[in-house]
């Protein structure tokens, strides 16, 4: 087994924390040096299970996995390899084991996109959210500013007992135009689209200024 880890490309990164800012977890095992990623979704987001581990080829471990989880719920999963980076990112999103947000944090379209895929939802035609309660209070509004700088207004939603993050509606179009060339097709329900039939050999364009990432699920 080759264990040799590529450096990561910016584009792998920037997937790399939209899945940390939603469902995505890093780890350090005890006794292990450096932290890896765990991608964990449910069954029925399988092809986007597939589709990351396609774009973090050179990082990822074993092929993904269906496991049973407790309760009824049944999920796919994989791994990534431990690296120095994912160590680095860790230090960042992370204090006494629980998610924060960097204070200097500078979000770009496919952090959002990934994030979006991840914890974004859609009740009505004009309210979208991003389910942020993991977050607290001051994490969810660091994002609300790094989402300005996006050019996108938002505000905290109260969610019963947490917050979310609300897009204002004038902020929609420019939102859906900065993401959804990178929404898979499974996913485009969450910006109100059809969704589309795919295989996991399905082939998916995604473009970030002049790279070009093809990957084939």
């Known amino acids: 087994m080759v264990n040799t880890v590529e450096r990561l490309n910016q584009f792998q990164r920037s997937v790399i924390i939209g899945t940390v800012l939603g469902d995505g977890y890093l780890r350090i095992v005890p006794g292990r040096q450096h932290a890896f990623l765990e991608v964990n979704h449910a069954l029925s ?10 774009v973090l080829e050179g990082v990822r471990a ?4 269906v496991r049973k989880g407790n309760g009824r719920r049944t999920a796919v999963r ?3 390899k431990q690296s ?9 999103f992370y ?5 924060i947000i960097p ?3 500078q979000l770009d379209p ?17 309210d979208v959210y991003l389910n942020t309660q993991q ?15 996006l050019g996108l207004e938002t505000t905290l939603n109260r969610d019963k007992h947490y917050f979310r993050i609300r897009f204002l509606k004038k902020s929609l179009p420019k939102l859906f135009a900065l993401i959804e060339q990178m929404i898979i097709p499974s996913m485009r329900y969450k910006i109100g689209l059809e969704s589309v039939e795919t295989t996991r050999r399905s082939p998916t364009l995604i473009t970030l200024d002049e790279d070009i990432v093809r990957s084939s699920q």
Do not use: N
């Not at 204090?95 to 998610?99: A, E, G, L, P």
């Not at 977050?135 to 700088?149: R, Y």
């Open 78 to 80: 994989f791994h990534t």
């Open 110 to 126: 496919v952090m959002l996109a990934v994030w979006f895929m991840d914890d974004g939802s859609r009740c009505r035609e004009s």
């Open 135 to 149: 977050f607290d209070t001051e994490s969810q509004l660091i994002l609300v500013e790094a989402l300005k700088k």
């Open 95 to 99: 204090k006494d084991s629980i998610k």
């Open 84 to 92: 120095e980076e994912l160590t680095e990112i860790k230090s960042l």
């Open 45 to 54: 987001q399988q092809e986007y299970v597939w589709w990351k581990y396609q």
């Open 103 to 105: 204070k200097d944090i």
């Open 62 to 65: 074993g092929a993904p996995k």
